[in-house]
């Protein structure tokens, strides 16, 4: 098993401030796979194998108050990716990578996210608030923000959570092929009430990682156009739909407005975004470089502003001496494995 415990992020110091924002903010996979937290999150010593640079320096201790800063409007911003893009319902086992999960951060809501320190917090712009009413049995409430709009008007609600369930309990969709059916295939009921703004979530019996659940949501009506939301056909209909179709829809504060397939996804504000803090960039891209040794040529030449690369030691010592360059090594919110079949075949010989 290797575990992301040295992601290393590197930018140019023009584009410190949503370089850091754009890499910490990404939000569980759905997995609900998370780094455990270390108490340097709260000051004191840094947590082994961390190192920051420049406006990087104290991230390590401080990951929540570093390298901020007040940005000004407008400007373009071009981030790295190092996977193309397989499929577009990031719910999707087939297309679930850390990758897309970054491109998707800022187009699709959920009731979650997670802050520099990897914990995982109430995501205020879609919700009002979200509490555990009762352990025995588990009771979720889920206020949704009066205010939370797709892109093209319609109401973020209640079907959104209810499609969310409906596609990843493996009970109801037989043929959804979920990233991650935790919790989900846990939930005994899901009422809507208050026009939809608020879901109440029965569960039959605890879930300690409910926090993970409703972190990536696609917008239900939409799901009805190409399907149905009743049917497990249907549901598995506008499943595969999602996957296949470039979203042109938006419940985050961007919006996808160009894709040049295997090279860039562009995304540009959202002019139904309702959230407190508006979108401060003109334009934010995302180039798919899947060669990584052309990243560090890429971002001293000023092609892209920061790369998020895998872990490389190679990369860290080209990039040291590159002026106006600076990174950071630490903690991240991915880990990777390698599953062995030890019940049947070669392996189980011992």
Known sequence: MRVHTGKAL???VAALTLALT?????????????????SASQGGTPPAGTKGTGAFADCGANPNTCNKGTTKAGGDFTYTIEKVISGWNLNNANSNTFDFAEVLDGVLP??????????????????????????????????????????????????????????????????????????????????????????TVVMKKPY???????????????????????????????????????????GGPYIITGYQKDQSITETPNPKWWGAVKPSLSKLVFRIL????????????????AIYPQPNQDIVTNVSGI?????????????????????SGPLADK
């Open 10 to 12: 590197i930018a140019g």
């Open 110 to 199: 959920g009731a979650f996210t997670a802050t520099p320190d990897l914990k995982p917090v109430v995501n205020t712009d879609v919700m009002t608030s979200v509490t555990q009413t009762n352990a025995n049995p588990q009771t979720l409430v889920y206020k949704i923000n009066p205010n939370a709009v797709w892109s093209d008007g319609s109401p973020i609600d209640a079907t959104d959570w209810q499609y969310a369930w409906s596609t990843s309990d493996l009970t109801l969709c037989p043929k959804c092929e979920p990233a991650s059916t935790s919790g989900y295939d846990q939930i005994q009921s899901l009422t809507p009430s208050d026009n939809g703004k608020t879901v």
């Open 22 to 38: 754009a890499c910490s903010s990404s939000k569980s996979n759905g997995n609900g796979n998370k780094s455990n937290t270390s």
């Open 208 to 250: 300690s990682d409910w926090q993970s659940m409703f972190g990536t949501l696609y917008p239900a009506h939409i799901a009805a156009q190409h399907g149905s939301l009743t049917t497990p056909a249907g549901l598995a209909a506008s499943f595969t739909w999602f996957d296949k179709n470039q979203p042109t829809y938006s």
């Open 290 to 305: 899947t060669d990584q040794t052309t990243e560090v040529p890429a971002l001293q030449n000023n092609e892209v502003q």
């Open 323 to 343: 002026q106006g360059v600076n990174y950071y090594l630490g903690k991240g919110l991915v880990w990777e494995h390698l599953d062995f079949n030890e019940k």
